[in-house]
T-cell receptor
């Protein structure tokens, strides 16, 4: 079955450390997205990529970095510059050409200790 | 800039009664509108979308939504609520006038259906 895999499901990090969240899709989608979810604030866009080797900042990109070396993969690094990284992180993908609806992964809950 | 407002943090309804979850939007171009549902500690599941055509859109699990251009609204409805409908609901918009394909989400509305 096609879908999006996010690992790990729960992640703990010490303050000041960088951490990378994994997102892999086997849907053959061109576009991939990272959102951050905080209680009462809905989902906010961090970064998105419409094709391989290209990505754009979203609304809250500061303190985060991404890469898109392969179509299937869009890892997100939360750097020590992110002031309040504890949140639920959701990865999504969509078929750019077929204009299909964004499909979401199960999410990673990051807690900074 | 595009934006979405969900004015109710929580909606409570009795099982078997109709439910409505409200959503209003702001875009510069033509809107593509979406509803997603989220269960605890899970990703979002697509319910329905409006792109063009009939203002009443039918989606998964008996949900429907009505696009109202003059009121810039896209309220989610269901004729008869189930306890299993209890979840967090998100409205989202994509502005076809901007070229940005990523969705902008509202803050979410928690639906609580009482037995």
């Amino acid at each position: 079955d096609g879908g999006i895999t996010q690992s790990p499901k729960y992640l703990f990090r010490k303050e000041g450390q960088n951490v990378t969240l994994s997102c892999e899709q086997n849907l053959n989608h061109d576009a991939m997205y990272w959102y951050r979810q905080d209680p009462g604030q809905g989902l906010r866009l961090i970064y998105y990529s419409q094709i391989v080797n290209d990505f754009q900042k979203g609304d809250i990109a500061e303190g985060y970095s991404v890469s898109r070396e392969k179509k299937e993969s869009f890892p997100l690094t939360v750097t020590s510059a992110q002031k309040n990284p504890t949140a639920f992180y959701l990865c999504a993908s969509s078929d750019h050409l077929q204009d299909r609806d964004p499909f979401f992964g199960p999410g990673t809950r990051l807690t900074v200790l | 800039a595009q934006s979405v407002a969900q004015p109710e943090d929580q909606v409570n309804v009795a099982e078997g009664n109709p439910l409505t979850v409200k959503c209003t939007y702001s875009v510069s171009g033509n809107p593509y509108l979406f509803w997603y549902v989220q269960y605890p500690n899970r990703g979002l599941q697509f319910l329905l979308k409006y792109i063009t055509g009939d203002n009443l859109v039918k989606g998964s699990y008996g949900f429907e939504a009505e696009f109202n251009k003059s009121q810039t609204s896209f309220h989610l409805k269901k004729p008869s609520a189930l306890v299993s409908d209890s979840a967090l609901y998100f409205c989202a918009v994509r502005d076809e006038g901007t070229g940005r394909r990523a969705l902008t989400f509202g803050s979410g509305t928690r639906l609580q259906v009482q037995p």
